[in-house]
Antibody, heavy 119, light 110 residues
Framework: QVQLQQSGPGLVKASQTLSLTCAISGDSVSSNNAAWNWIRQSPSRGLEWLGRTYYRSKWYNHYAISVKSRITINPDTSKNQFSLQLNSVTPGDTAVYYC?????????WGQGTLVTVSS | QSVLTQPPSASGTPGQRVPISCSGSSSNVGSDTVNWYQQLPGTAPKLLIYSNNQRPSGVPDRFSGSKSGTSASLAISGLQSEDEADYYCAVWDGSLNGWVFGGGTKLTVL
C-alpha cells in the first residue's frame, strides 16, 4: 500500500518561498513507471496540477505554465521523498497543497497541507 | 475557469441513478482516458474510476464511467446518503502537457 506523508509550514509570507516535502512509503521515487506530482486546490482555482518529477533512466520534470517561472520539484532518493518549492508567493497562492503519485492515473494522494500566504 | 466542464451541482433521492458529465476537448478527453475522483469534506480526492470505466479495488459497482468523443460521464446508481460528496473528472492534456481537472460537481442526496 502506497502512502504519501506531507510536511512543511502552513504559513508563508508574501514574496517568500513555499516549501513542502512528500515522504513516500510503499513505492520508490526512482520507480520506472510512476510520476510524482504536486497539485493544489483552492475555491478560486479549483484543483490545479502544478508539476511532476519522474525517472526513466534519467530524471525529468514537467511544470504547469501558470507557475513554470517560480516552481521547482526535486526528488531525494536518499530519503525516498520529493519536494516542492514555489518562489515569490502571493496571497493568490493560498491553497491546500497535495502530493500525489500517478501510474497512468493519479492514484494515491497525500493528506494535504493548507498553506496560507500572508501579506 | 477549469479546462474540463462539469455541472456545479447534482442531486437525487436514495436509490436513484444520478449521472455527472465532464466535457473537454480533442487534446484531453478526446485523446486520453478519463479518471473520476470522490472528495469528502476535509479529505484528499479518492480515485473512483480510472481508464474511463475501471474501478479500483474496493469501489462499489454502483459507480460506473463511460466516455464518448470529448465527453465523459460518471453514473452513480442505487444512490446512498454516504455518496454525498464532490466529484471531479481528470485527464492528461497533451497540448498543455499536464493534468487537467473539472471544476467539480457537488452531489446532494435529498
Amino acid at each position: 500500500q502506497v502512502q504519501l506523508q506531507q510536511s512543511g509550514p502552513g504559513l508563508v509570507k508574501a514574496s517568500q518561498t513555499l516549501s513542502l516535502t512528500c515522504a513516500i512509503s510503499g513505492d520508490s521515487v526512482s520507480s520506472n513507471n510512476a510520476a510524482w506530482n504536486w497539485i493544489r486546490q483552492s475555491p478560486s482555482r479549483g484543483l490545479e496540477w502544478l508539476g511532476r518529477t519522474y525517472y526513466r533512466s534519467k530524471w525529468y520534470n514537467h511544470y504547469a505554465i501558470s507557475v513554470k517561472s517560480r516552481i521547482t520539484i526535486n526528488p531525494d532518493t536518499s530519503k525516498n521523498q520529493f519536494s516542492l518549492q514555489l518562489n515569490s508567493v502571493t496571497p493568490g497562492d493560498t491553497a491546500v497543497y497535495y502530493c500525489a503519485r500517478s501510474v497512468g492515473s493519479i492514484d494515491y494522494w497525500g493528506q494535504g497541507t493548507l498553506v496560507t500566504v500572508s501579506s | 475557469q477549469s479546462v474540463l466542464t462539469q455541472p456545479p451541482s447534482a442531486s437525487g433521492t436514495p436509490g436513484q441513478r444520478v449521472p455527472i458529465s465532464c466535457s473537454g476537448s480533442s487534446s484531453n478527453v478526446g485523446s486520453d482516458t478519463v479518471n473520476w475522483y470522490q472528495q469528502l469534506p476535509g479529505t484528499a480526492p479518492k480515485l473512483l474510476i480510472y481508464s474511463n470505466n475501471q474501478r479500483p479495488s474496493g469501489v462499489p459497482d454502483r459507480f460506473s464511467g463511460s466516455k464518448s468523443g470529448t465527453s465523459a460521464s460518471l453514473a452513480i446508481s442505487g444512490l446512498q446518503s454516504e455518496d454525498e460528496a464532490d466529484y471531479y473528472c481528470a485527464v492528461w492534456d497533451g497540448s498543455l502537457n499536464g493534468w487537467v481537472f473539472g471544476g467539480g460537481t457537488k452531489l446532494t442526496v435529498l
